[in-house]
T-cell receptor, first 115, second 112 residues
Framework: AQTVTQSQPEMSVQEAETVTLSCTYDTSESDYYLFWYKQPPSRQMILVIRQEAYKQQNATENRFSVNFQKAAKSFSLKISDSQLGDAAMYFCAYRPGGDADGLTFGKGTHLIIQP | EAQVTQNPRYLITVTGKKLTVTCSQNMNHEYMSWYRQDPGLGLRQIYYSMNVEVTDKGDVPEGYKVSRKEKRNFPLILESPSPNQTSLYFC???????????FGPGTRLTVL
């Protein structure tokens, strides 16, 4: 069974600084997808960024980028120029390729932005 | 606007009283699913559907039913709710095998 581990229950960063959230996963599959979701106090689950395992290039979405290390099974999220609106729970998630639908989530990292 | 909607957003009910939480998406997505989120346990999949009339169990299906009679709708049915089903429920959809899941706003259910 796949597992996703987020080892940082909470992180704090100064506004405008850069922060990196860690995620490791365990799988025997070669085809899979990785995601970061943001859950603000509204509880909405918002897709931040995704990475396909077959792509070597790290995904980037504006201030958000990932460091995907396939051999190490590591998938960290970097947030540049942190803003107060980035404060939220961040969840790393894994999904195998093909028709499999279920996302396996990590326990989450609570990100605090200090003004 | 492309979205996944859920109703109701908040519900307080009593043990044994049947309820349905509706989910609808306007993106013509084939895949739909239900998750529950609990403190310390994270998000877990309840049921999913790959197309109309095709559903399958997720990780925690006990006590729940689903149906997919139309592509856009995927209701979650609790025929005899119990207090251990108190949770935050999310519906999600995606358009194709390589697609990303998009989540609805969540339904906070309390079973007394």
């Amino acid at each position: 069974a796949q597992t996703v581990t987020q080892s940082q229950p909470e992180m704090s960063v100064q506004e405008a600084e850069t922060v990196t959230l860690s995620c490791t996963y365990d799988t025997s599959e070669s085809d899979y997808y990785l995601f970061w979701y943001k859950q603000p106090p509204s509880r909405q689950m918002i897709l931040v960024i995704r990475q396909e395992a077959y792509k070597q290039q790290n995904a980037t979405e504006n201030r958000f980028s990932v460091n995907f290390q396939k051999a190490a099974k590591s998938f960290s999220l970097k947030i540049s120029d942190s803003q107060l609106g980035d404060a939220a729970m961040y969840f790393c998630a894994y999904r195998p390729g093909g028709d499999a639908d279920g996302l396996t989530f990590g326990k989450g990292t609570h990100l605090i932005i200090q003004p | 606007e492309a979205q996944v909607t859920q109703n109701p957003r908040y519900l307080i009910t009593v043990t044994g009283k049947k309820l349905t939480v509706t989910c609808s998406q306007n993106m013509n997505h084939e895949y739909m699913s239900w998750y529950r989120q609990d403190p310390g346990l994270g998000l877990r999949q309840i049921y999913y559907s790959m197309n109309v009339e095709v559903t399958d169990k997720g990780d925690v299906p006990e006590g729940y039913k689903v149906s997919r009679k139309e592509k856009r709708n995927f209701p979650l049915i609790l025929e005899s709710p119990s207090p251990n089903q108190t949770s935050l429920y999310f519906c999600a959809s995606r358009g194709h095998p390589a697609g990303s899941q998009y989540f609805g706003p969540g339904t906070r259910l309390t079973v007394l």
